[in-house]
C-alpha cells in the first residue's frame, strides 16, 4: 500500500475541497481500510461522465485498499434533494425508485469493482426512526444552521416556499454517515453543505466525524455548461462506442487534462506529466485527446473498444468514408417522402422540425452529398435504400417496410 502522503497525492487529484485535510492525512496513516461513502438519490435512470465523476473517484479509493459504500437514497428520494434549487424537488414513487436504483447500480458498476463495494439502502436505518427518534436527530440542529444553506437562505429571502420536510433532508443525509460509520464522504460542490452536516452530527453522536470531499462540476462537449442532457452537451455510459468516441473528440482542448483526471483510471503522476507537456508545447492536444477518448472508450466498453471507435471516427472524418456498420432499418416509405418526417422515424433527429432546421444549415447529406435548404420532399426511389446523414456521426438507411 502507498503511504499516506502518496495516497493523498493521488486522492486529491482533480477534487474541489478536502475538509479537514490533516484529519484525513491522520486516518490515512493509520493503515487501516477506510469506509468510503457516495450516497445517491435514484431520481434518473441514466448517467452520463458528469455523474460518473464521484464513481471514479471512488474506483481510485478503491484501488489504494479502501471499501465504497455506495448508499441508494431509497427512503431521502421521497424527501428530493434540495441542493442547488430554487423550487421543491417532487418526490418519487417507490415504483420508480426501484427501478431508476437497479438502472444505476447496473451502470455503476462498470465503474466499481463489486468486490470492494458495500452496497445499502438508507431505508434500512431511516425507515426505521419513530417520530422520538426523530425529534432526537432534529434537536441537533438549529434553524439558523440549516438557513446557512444557500438555496435556503435565499429562497427564505425571496419568500419563495420551503417545506418543512426539505429541512430534514440534509439531517437524513447526516444520519447516513452516523449509520454506516462513514470516514469520508464525497459529494458535488452544491453538497458541501451536507457533508459538514454529517461530520458535525457524527461528532454530537459520539462517532468519529468524516472527512468531506467535494469534486467539481465537469463541463460538457460545448466546454460552457455543465454536461447535462438537458444542454445536449452529453456523453452518457451507455453511448455507443463510435458516438462516445467523437464526442470526447469534440471537447474543447482546454478540458483535455480535466477530463483525464475526473473520467479516467490513468495514472495521476502520468496525469502530471501529460499536463506539463501539454503546457509546454511538446505534446499535441489532438494526440493527448486521441488517447482521452480511446481511454473512456475502452472503460465503457471492453479493453480494444477505443481503438475500433478510433478507426471508425478515422474513416468518417479523414476519410470522409461512412461507417462499416450503418443501421438498416425498416420504415413505411410512401411515393412522395416528406424528408424530415423520415429523419424522425430512422431516429436520426427528434423532431420534423429538427430535421428542416437541419437541412436549412446543410447538415443533411444523402449518400454523402449536402441536400439542399428548404426542399423536404423526394421520390421514394431517390432515398430507398441510400445513406442518411444528420451532422457528423449520426447515419441510416431507410428500407422500406413489407
Known sequence: MLSADEQLHVIKSGISTLVPEA??????????????????????????LGHAVPLRKLRQFQDLGHTVVLIIGDFTAFIGDPSGRNTTRPPLTMEQINENAQTYVDQAFKILDPEKTELRRNSEWLGKLNFADLLKLTSQFTVARILERDDFSKRYASQQPIS????LYPMAQAYDSVAIHA??????????FNLLAGRELMEKMGVEPQCALTL?????TDGVQKMSKSYGNYIGLTDEAN???GKVMSIPDGLIVKYYRMCTSVDVDEI?????????????????????????VDLYHGAGAGTGAEEAFDRVFKQHQAPEDVDE????????VYLPGLLVDLGLVASAGEGRRMIDQGGVKLDGAQLEARIYNYARTNV?????????????RPIARV
Open 23 to 48: 484529519d484525513m492525512l491522520k486516518k490515512l496513516a493509520r493503515g487501516v481500510p477506510l469506509r468510503v461513502k457516495l450516497g445517491v438519490d435514484p431520481t434518473a435512470p441514466d448517467l452520463h
Open 164 to 167: 418543512l420536510h426539505e429541512f
Open 183 to 192: 470516514d469520508i464522504e464525497l459529494g458535488g460542490t452544491d453538497q458541501l
Open 216 to 220: 467539481p462540476l465537469i463541463e460538457g
Open 243 to 245: 458516438d462516445m468516441f
Open 272 to 296: 502530471d506529466e501529460l499536463e506539463a507537456a501539454l503546457d509546454a508545447g511538446s505534446q499535441h492536444p489532438n494526440a493527448a485527446k486521441r488517447r482521452l477518448a480511446r481511454e473512456i
Open 329 to 336: 432499418i425498416e420504415v413505411d416509405l410512401a411515393d412522395d
Open 384 to 396: 430507398e435504400g441510400r445513406l442518411l446523414q444528420v451532422g457528423k456521426r449520426r447515419f441510416a
